[in-house]
């Protein structure tokens, strides 16, 4: 029988991120539909990413504080994402910094995991994996974190990123594989940014790569971007699964900015593993009835197309003001999951989530 590799949610998109209790919510959802983590590394939290080398103020170091136990109470591992940026550009300078505030982190949150995330900065600097490495190694020798995890910058083979980023250095993946402690996993996107499946011909070429098997940076069913915000992404996952098992280190799943219409699709994951006749046009009633009411998961059912495919710009008045007309009557359901679901997909119909150019700059 595979086994399925540890699978965890990564909250780590661009935006506004999720509200407190949705994330505490969520490690003993996680835990009852077959995941093992959760990583609190959202892109709006300026203390792990553009200020990095500040601590928390009280009131959000009390909440991450709650999250972490909440973890512990469901079972799961709890992991945190610091983003040094442009640490690398005088390490020397910038490691003190680095080396105090993992201890704060560690003090503070004892995290299972540590990632040390490389992602969606500029990155054609020279000796660039040697620098990371350098970097990685000092974060594991001061944190007691049972997992390490690195995102390099370049995490993927989708060209978007050196056009983004910068030309990526020469024999960077094979550098980095090679010199890295092997404590770490390599987080990977796959064949693209978003990837919609992970051919296990391209796996087999990233573990040779990195010298490891990926650890899988899933960025389904996540809608951050300036066109992916137009989508709810509800349908069931595919081209993950079973196949995939013994090529993954790991699977996380970045969610997207609804937390409770994110489940419907999270729910299917595991499902995907754990039985090797997994169907995903079969799999969208089961997983939605299994997180809200029955009624409420068949007229998402229906209007999955509509969500899903044809997106926000191009529903036509009629076709919005039916979609309101399915969804304000569940505003007043007994089932709080429904509840929070028809606010969601209201709410993003109402341009709740419109895409904002400036969370790009953190």
Not at 74 to 99: C, E, K, V
Request: proline share 9%; aromatic share 12%.
């Amino acid at each position: 029988m595979t086994q399925t590799p540890p699978l965890g949610l990564i909250e780590g998109f661009f935006g506004k991120g999720w509200q407190w209790p949705d994330r505490l919510a969520y490690p003993a959802w996680l835990k009852a539909h077959g995941y093992d983590f959760y990583l609190y590394a959202p892109k709006e939290d300026a203390c792990l990413r553009r200020r990095w080398q500040q601590e928390w103020d009280p009131a959000t170091l009390a909440q991450l504080q709650a999250l972490r136990q909440a973890c512990r109470q469901a079972g799961i591992a709890f992991g945190i994402g610091l983003t040094p940026m442009a640490a690398h550009h005088d390490y020397a300078a910038s490691r003190p910094r680095l080396l105090a505030r993992v201890r704060q982190i560690e003090a503070a949150l004892a995290p299972d995991i540590f990632a040390l995330l490389f992602d969606d900065m500029p990155s054609d600097t020279p000796q660039l994996a040697q620098l990371q490495i350098a970097m990685a190694h000092d974060v594991a020798a001061v944190s007691a974190a049972q997992r390490f995890i690195l995102c390099p910058s370049f995490y993927s083979t989708d060209p978007i990123l050196e056009k983004v980023f910068g030309a990526m250095p020469a024999h960077y993946w094979h550098t980095l594989g090679q010199g890295l402690d092997r404590r770490f996993d390599l987080f990977w996107t796959g064949p693209k940014v978003c990837s919609t499946d992970y051919p296990l011909d391209h796996l087999s070429w990233v573990t040779d790569q990195l010298g490891r098997r990926p650890f899988l940076w899933d960025n389904y069913p996540v809608n951050d971007g300036k066109k992916a915000s137009d989508y709810l992404y509800l349908a069931p996952f595919s081209g993950r699964g079973q196949a995939q098992a013994p090529y993954l280190a790991g699977h996380a799943v970045n969610p997207m900015k609804q937390p409770t219409l994110s489940r419907l699709p999270l729910a299917t994951l595991p499902m995907a593993y754990a039985d090797a006749n997994y169907c995903a046009a079969e799999a969208f009633l089961p997983a939605a009835r299994d997180c809200v009411t029955a009624g409420l998961a068949e007229q998402l059912a229906q209007d999955l197309p509509l969500l899903a495919e044809v997106g926000l710009p191009d529903l036509t008045p009629p076709q919005r003001q039916t979609l309101q007309g399915h969804y304000r009557p569940w505003l007043d359901c007994a089932d709080e999951a429904s509840r929070r679901c028809a606010r969601e997909l209201l709410s993003w119909l109402d341009g709740g989530y419109c895409f904002d150019p400036a969370c790009l700059t953190g």
